[in-house]
């Protein structure tokens, strides 16, 4: 069965470091999203993706993070100045129709650590 | 806002007990309701869902009923196993085209033979 897949699997980074986590979605979906889970909290929604463009975003998604689907096959997460309370861990997900209509498929995450 | 609470864990319970995880939201209108679940060491994967009132989502032997009236989506097992061990998430996705889901905190569930 196709999945996504998500690397690196653990990620260590220093405070003011850019990171890029990358998401491989399932190759027919059209909608692709990034979470979160702080450790003892939610998985709480980053961005939804969809026909190239942020169809949607939460207020966690500030001037410091970006997406991307370069080349038609990766969606990648940048975070371009990590701060301490960015460890989490990230899901990827991606799906053929809406989040309401059609199952997400979700990622086994990056665990980002930053020191 | 749109928001989930679920029971707190973890739960441990015996192969075979019954199992029923509490789950609760605040949204308006009506939102679609999810139950997915997370096996050690994979990402999360949908386990149900029911989209309207009095629905019932079922699936391996689980179950939730949509429950307008008391804003409740709890999920039941009449036998569990010890592959049911796992955290199980509930989640709602809100009415009026909004892409994102809205997550509980999860629910560990250990099964022991």
């Known amino acids: 069965e196709p999945e996504v897949t998500q690397t690196p699997s653990h990620q260590v980074t220093q405070m003011g470091q850019e990171v890029i986590l990358r998401c491989v979605p399932i190759?027919?979906?059209?909608?692709f999203y990034w979470y979160r889970q702080i450790l003892g909290q939610k998985v709480e929604f980053l961005v939804s993706?969809?026909?190239?463009?942020?169809?949607?975003k939460s207020e966690i998604f500030d001037d410091q993070f970006s997406v991307e689907r370069p080349d038609g096959s990766n969606f990648t997460l940048k975070i371009r100045s990590t701060k301490l309370e960015d460890s989490a861990m990230y899901f990827c997900?991606?799906?053929?129709?809406?989040?309401?209509?059609?199952?997400?498929?979700f990622g086994n995450g990056t665990r980002l650590t930053v020191t | 806002g749109n928001s989930v609470t679920q029971m707190e864990g973890p739960v441990t319970l015996s192969e075979e007990a019954f199992l029923t995880i509490n789950c609760t939201y605040t949204?308006?209108?009506?939102?679609?309701l999810f139950w997915y679940v997370q096996y050690p060491g994979e990402g999360l994967q949908l386990l149900l869902k029911?989209?309207?009132?009095?629905d019932k989502g079922s699936n391996k032997g689980f179950e939730a009923t949509y429950r307008k009236e008391t804003t409740s989506f709890h999920l039941e097992k009449g036998s569990v196993q010890v592959s049911d061990s796992a955290v199980y998430f509930c989640?709602?996705?809100?009415?009026?085209?909004?892409?994102?889901?809205?997550f509980g905190k999860g629910t560990k569930l250990t099964v022991n033979p």
């Open positions: 997900a991606s799906s053929e129709g809406t989040s309401a209509s059609s199952p997400l498929h």
């Open positions: 190759s027919n979906h059209l909608y």
């Open positions: 993706f969809y026909n190239n463009e942020i169809s949607e």
């Open positions: 949204a308006t209108g009506y939102p679609s």
């Open positions: 029911a989209t309207k009132a009095d």
């Open positions: 989640a709602l996705s809100p009415q009026g085209g909004s892409e994102k889901l809205v």
